[in-house]
């Protein structure tokens, strides 16, 4: 087990001006599962790959237990690698295709049989040893090149979008096997995904990257509660945050009649740079429905999405002569019908506040 940091890890690839990754700083603890989340083109596979040597790190440094590992190469690092691809021998059994890195280390007969048995036995691959990977399904193989990591004993495991060739339904029953076997095992982890869900349900922690910068760290629920910009209130969450533009005045942003409320101290901060705008956002399930005379937001319904325990209406809103889309949750039972016009307001206290410039917190 180990520490790992990022100081100022900067990596521009050739015939390219702007960096991929640009000074990161980030430090992961012992033993914890990190998220490395963003868009696709926002730094987060090239961060993972200078982690393991697979990317030169241009400026900055990249730290393992407070060695420096910049220019080592991936073999020297005692780092465990998890692709998307799963990068299984087709020609070799499962047992063979995890016991491959540690024959190439000459590790001794017996201590191999004992790490794949491990390793099998923690997940449930024992019946498919002498199987090849054609004759697996994509969570077996899955499984595999997880076990191929596992037998290593590394000090890091790196994962690389791991369950992005996997159904849905895979999707998350994998989810559920890798958090609980990265808790038993207690190696640190850092994981790659542009599924903001998967980061979410996974991570002790998530930092969120985008065009190459850090945007925030933390916990995923301090991310969904208090994020720190515009992008990240927005690409957390699903259904997306609500977040409009709208006129500012001295009580708050007016949304199509209905005042959304701030304090004194936000109305300043998004004033000063002469702004007349702010940024207001609320989540889908912070909202209630009144009546036409409540002061609400009126939303013409276009669409209704019937989840069971949720409904999602998403319609729309004329602000300033523009047709806004917005989406709110309701009571399944109470669900309006599509081209019904509807009446919203933010529950009290829910809704976030953005500069309209800068996208920062208020």
Known sequence: MATVRFEKATRVYPGTTRPAVDALDLDIADGEFLVLVGPSGSGKSTALRMLAGLEDVDEGAIFIDDRDVTNLPPKDRDIAMVFQNYALYPHMTVYENMAFALKLRHTPKHEIAERVKKA????????????????????????????????????????????SNLDAKLRVQTRTQIATLQADLGITTVYVTHDQVEAMTMGHRVAVLDGGVLQQVDTPRALYDRPVNVFV??????????????????????????????????????????????????RPEHTELVGADDGGMPIKVELVEELGSDAYVYGTVALEGHDERFVVRVEPRRAPQMGEVVYVKPRVGSHHAFHATTGERL
């Open 120 to 163: 099998a036995a923690l997940l449930q691959l024992e019946e498919y040893l002498d199987r090849k990977p054609k004759a697996l399904s994509g969570g077996q193989r899955q499984r595999v090149a997880m076990g191929r990591a596992i037998v290593r004993q590394p000090q890091v495991f790196l994962m690389d979008e791991p369950l």
């Open 233 to 282: 209130a927005g690409f957390i969450g699903s259904p997306a945050m609500n977040i409009k533009a709208v006129p500012l005045t001295d009580e708050g942003g007016v949304f199509g009649g209905m005042v959304v409320p701030l304090t004194a101290e936000q109305v300043a901060a998004a004033r000063a740079d002469g702004a007349a705008h702010v940024r207001v956002g609320f």
